[in-house]
């Protein structure tokens, strides 16, 4: 009948489209009639007519035996059927926008937490030191390693400040570099000399070498130049094919690689490397530059 998809959108069984539509067309009835007209068993009746009667489409006359059923005026009380139930759409769709709005937020704030990988292509290792190396120091809360890195001659301004300033606040530093970098650090007198900031970096150097600040040199033929950030972001270069003009960068937190990384510097940390005494070799260069 083309009344019982209205009445079951409106949230009528189909025990109480039967009843309902008995009813209307008997104008009243008990439950007996009801259940002799095969539209509702008996065991049933009663709970379906009381269903009936909360939602406002019918009235019962309780002061006859048996008590009678009848309709109340169906226009209004389907319209009143009909507004509940927008109500009810409406306060779900409220919810789910809300839902909405905090899955975007998280979601929005999880992409900030954990980068997509990122590649960059620079002109040489001393532009890596102006701005992805200080951009990935900056955020350090607990540790930074750099392995491979040619330390006397990208002392960039930026570089320096990140660093000490990650070093002031606690975050522990560990530097792998190559075996021949004392001799390049000796070789550096005028970047050295005119470097932005120098002082305060020898300062640091001073207070924090041997505690939070540990350097060591090993051999690093092969070994890609790296950086490794809280143990949750690893940053390496490539050199390009093109004679070496070119280093392709790498950042990023996936797991796997990261581990990789940090297991590598382990290995040539624990058992094949030397110290390495920065605090005396700048204290060398700094008389150099001063006499």
């Known amino acids: 009948m083309a009344e019982r998809p209205l009445l079951k959108e409106l949230g009528l069984s189909s025990y109480e489209q039967d009843a309902y539509l008995q009813i209307l067309r008997r104008g009243k009835t008990n439950a007996t009639d009801l259940v002799r007209s095969g539209s509702v068993p008996l065991g049933r009746i009663y709970g379906v007519l009381k269903e009936l009667t909360t939602k406002g489409l019918i009235d019962v006359d309780r002061m006859e035996v048996p008590q009678i059923y ?3 005026p169906p226009e209004a009380a389907l319209r009143r059927l009909l507004g509940m139930k927008k109500e009810a759409l409406d306060s779900k769709i409220r919810a789910d926008e809300q839902a ?24 040489g290792d001393a532009v890596v030191y102006e701005k992805m190396i200080p951009e990935l120091i900056a955020e350090c809360e607990k540790e930074m390693i750099i ?9 960039t301004p930026d570089f320096l400040r990140e660093f000490v300033s990650a070093l002031d606040r606690g975050v522990a530093f560990y530097g792998l570099l190559p075996e021949d970098s ?8 005028e970047g050295f000399e005119n470097a932005f900031g120098i002082e ?6 001073g207070k924090y070498s041997g505690k939070t600040l540990l350097m060591r040199t090993a051999s690093l033929k092969g070994v890609t130049p790296f950086g490794i950030f809280d143990r949750a972001k690893v940053g390496f270069s490539i050199t390009s094919p093109s004679g070496g003009r070119y280093l392709v960068t790498l950042v990023t937190d996936a797991r796997d690689v990261v581990d990789e990384f940090y297991a590598l510097f382990r290995s040539i940390w624990d058992t094949h490397a030397e110290e390495f005494n920065l ?5 060398s260069l700094q008389e ?3 006499g």
């Open 147 to 155: 392995v491979g890195s040619n330390l006397g001659q990208t002392l």
């Open 200 to 205: 305060k970096f020898m300062t640091a150097i």
């Open 279 to 283: 605090v005396n070799i700048l204290g």
């Open 100 to 123: 909405l709005r905090t899955f975007l937020s998280n979601a929005t704030q999880a992409e900030n937490l954990s980068p997509k990988p990122k590649w960059d292509v620079y002109s």
């Open 70 to 72: 009848s309709s109340n």
């Open 288 to 290: 150099t530059t001063r």
């Open 182 to 189: 004392e001799r390049r650090f000796e070789s550096f007198t």
